[in-house]
């Protein structure tokens, strides 16, 4: 199960699953971006579930979890990906709306997730869980504090639940990105631009600056990240947070 497998890099982890032989239930709101990734999965041979699922809403997550287990018999492998970017304000400008919005989508959505599937990893004795979380939970990002802070509560969660499943053969690891290629990330530049007086190319090309190698992070490489993780070359790695970040974050 992926959830916010419609586009972006939920679509790139769905693809590259199925790539390497998984079934996937893609998870979204949006109908059209869940059958273009459905599209693309059943080009490579796979078969691919498209489920409605509202994260903020527990009994629409059992459902889809429940409808991918009566489908395919089990949930072998969950990648906690669907996340919104929040609020680009000084933490005395966020709402508490705001703040409660991000919290419930980018960490009390993926609790409620793992609680969902864990029952069903337990019964089978084997479970891969990837949290997808960011490098902006790792360093200071002035204007995004709900967004960091759900981001860094990940990874703790993570670290958690790998100390408490691992007796089931249940791995929990978390991916961190850095600035990854596509339209959420434009977004963010042109907010940033707009807090602090800069064009979105000129924070574009300074948070390229910021990396090793100069450069945004590209879906795919992400997406293979999971893989590697859900695959058996990674059965002895748990509770490690793994950055994707083009050499923006080293720790």
């Not at 995004?144 to 969660?157: D, Q, V, W």
């Not at 530049?189 to 990396?211: C, D, I, L, P, Q």
């Amino acid at each position: 199960m992926v959830t916010g497998g419609g586009r972006g890099i939920g679509q790139s982890i769905s693809v590259e699953l199925a790539r390497n032989g998984a079934n996937v239930v893609v998870a979204d709101l949006d109908p059209d971006e869940m059958a273009e990734t459905r599209r693309r999965v059943e080009e490579l041979g796979g078969e691919a579930l498209c489920v409605e699922m509202d994260l903020t809403r527990p009994e629409s997550i059992e459902r889809a979890v429940d409808y991918a287990v009566e489908e395919f018999g089990t949930v072998e492998i969950l990648v906690n990906n669907a996340g919104i970017a929040g609020p680009t304000a000084t933490c005395d400008e966020v709402t508490v709306e705001q703040w409660d919005q991000t919290m419930a989508v980018n960490l009390r959505g993926a609790f409620l997730m793992t609680r969902s599937v864990l029952p069903v990893m337990k019964r089978e004795g084997y479970g891969r869980i990837v949290n997808i979380a960011s490098v902006t939970g790792k360093r200071p990002v002035p204007h995004r504090t709900p967004y960091a802070t759900s981001k860094m509560g990940l990874i703790g969660f993570t670290r958690s639940l790998a100390a408490e499943v691992g007796r089931y053969d249940i791995n929990a690891n978390v991916v961190c990105p850095g600035s990854v290629e596509g339209p959420r990330i434009e977004r963010v530049f042109r907010r940033h631009a707009e807090a602090n007086g800069h064009t979105a190319e000129e924070v574009k090309e300074m948070e390229m600056e910021k990396s090793a190698r100069k450069e945004l992070v590209s879906p795919e490489n992400v997406a293979r990240t999971v893989t590697l993780l859900c695959s058996s070359m990674t059965d002895q790695m748990t509770g490690q947070d793994l950055n994707v970040s083009a050499g923006k974050v080293m720790y």
